[in-house]
């Protein structure tokens, strides 16, 4: 093995520029799938947030009173359905939308409390519950937006299909295509290579000596790109972390748990050490006849 | 130690070799002479199986060459070292390097491979090149190369094709008389040449091919043109 390793070393620094387009490749498509997992992962757990917290919000039209909302809220906590209810009123919606704002005070200066509705939460047991509440908050004459949440559960469903499908799609064309790049660039060293090959059967190099050293290079390029990539979307992830937390308010997305990284880490260094050595394996089978 | 039993060789309607019998004692040195076209490198070849004979039976020692399976070949050749008229080194390697390759297949520690390989050089007497790449090499000092590259995993036979060909008549006489030293070594040495000078000196079996046939086969023998 310490002989394949010399002789992947002494293949690689032969062609350095093929060696860097490899593990390109390799790093694109990994960072795709880096992407993927993580935009996926962010949205199951979003949703999993809203589902959890099943919640009506009904925003109040401008000058209604505090004694017509107290009415509403006071009906709906007879309800056997309504766990809970909170009513923000527009001094606590300017406070929150201040909290969240706080270190851009360009979006501070302009918003006064008369702009931030009033607002009623209303918790419920289940998810099912959700729509009898809404119907209830509709029908009220003060009543200007009522927001379900499984509307939004149901946007990001769709959201997290799109991601699942549009990205696995990407990442599965992107992973055939750098098996493709790793059969081209192997196969044309092994043609590069094809007089120091025979002559190296012909001294009774086995076929293992022969190939083991290609496999090992097609492992090295993914291993490279794929530990790059990850490097990367790990570095960008917490860069933008702060910025992104923001947005996210309770749900606990950020900071990404680093041991959910390493597994992210482990598994991909395992697919680059698959994809790479499949590519490899395709080509020696291929351009040197040998299984 | 080599038996040819009824080999046939075609290439298409050629025949390349035909009911060749022919058997090769332990720590014999032979030469096998003939025009060229007449099957001496087809011979030499079907013994590391490059050639595969069309019919007939071949054994270098216990192994059965015809029937042997890819995957035993390599153990084959390294049992049969190979001296080629273009010598066949690495470009991209030195003098040492190429011949510890031989050692590198069998899987020798670097220790290992260091000793023999400088035993040897020192004994074909091209130590001092050790450092050199083979376009920096005379024609005779790549010849030796190429039979210290074949001997040094002391092999059972030494098959050479040609091995003066290319080379100057002094030259080409000290290649022979290190194939002549290494079969007094016990390694059974099986030469394919035209240079009939060298074959008449020697006074070794000679084996004349002509028309893919053995034509004659003679103890002490000289080069006939049959």
Known sequence: MNRAILYTKRNIRRTPFQAIAASMIMFLTFFALLAFILLATGSEMALKYFESKPQVIAFFKEGTTDQDIHAIETALQQESIVTNTKYVSKQDALQIYRDR???????????????????????????????????????????????????????????????????????GFLMVF????????????????????????????SSSFVRNPFILEGMFYGITGAVTAWILSYGLLWYFTPFLQGYLEEIKLLPVNPLFMFILLTTVILVSLALGSLGSIFAVRRYLKIS | ???????????????????????????????????????????????????IPTSGKVKVGNIDVTKMQDKDVPSLRRKVGMVFQDFKLLDDRTVFENV??????????????????????KLVEIWDKRNLFPRQLSGGEA????????????????????????????????VIQLLNEIN??????????????????????VVILKNGNIAKDSKEGKYEIH
Not at chain 1, 179 to 201: P, S
Not at chain 2, 100 to 121: M, N, P, Q, R
Not at chain 2, 184 to 194: D, F, L, N, P
């Open chain 2, 1 to 51: 130690m080599i038996i040819f039993e009824n080999v046939n060789k075609k290439y298409g309607p050629n025949s390349a070799l035909e009911n060749i019998n022919l058997e090769i004692k332990q720590g014999e040195f032979i030469f096998i002479v003939g025009s060229s076209g007449a099957g001496k490198s087809t011979l030499l070849r079907i013994l590391t199986k490059e050639v």
């Open chain 2, 143 to 174: 010849q030796r190369t190429v039979i210290a590259r074949a001997v040094v995993g002391k092999p059972d036979v030494l098959l050479a094709d040609e091995p003066t060909g290319d080379l100057d008549p002094k030259t080409a006489w000290g």
């Open chain 2, 100 to 121: 510890a390759l031989a050692l590198e297949v069998l899987d020798k520690s670097y220790e290992d491979i260091t000793k023999a390989v400088e035993h040897i050089l």
């Open chain 2, 184 to 205: 007094s070594w016990g390694t059974t040495v099986a030469m394919a040449t035209h240079n009939q000078e060298i074959v008449n000196t020697l006074k070794r079996r």
């Open chain 1, 178 to 205: 750098a098996i493709l790049v790793i059969v081209m660039i192997i196969g044309f060293k092994i043609r590069l290579r094809r007089n120091e090959i025979e002559i190296m059967r012909l001294v009774g190099a």
């Open chain 1, 101 to 171: 704002n706080k270190n851009d005070p360009a979006l501070l200066e302009l918003v006064t409390a008369n702009i931030l509705p009033a607002s009623l939460e209303v918790s419920t047991q289940t998810p099912q519950d959700l729509q009898s509440v809404a119907d209830i908050l509709k029908r009220e004459p003060v009543v200007s937006e009522v927001i379900v949440p499984q509307d939004v559960v149901q946007t990001l469903t769709q959201i997290a299909g799109i991601i699942r499908t549009v990205g696995g799609a990407t990442v």
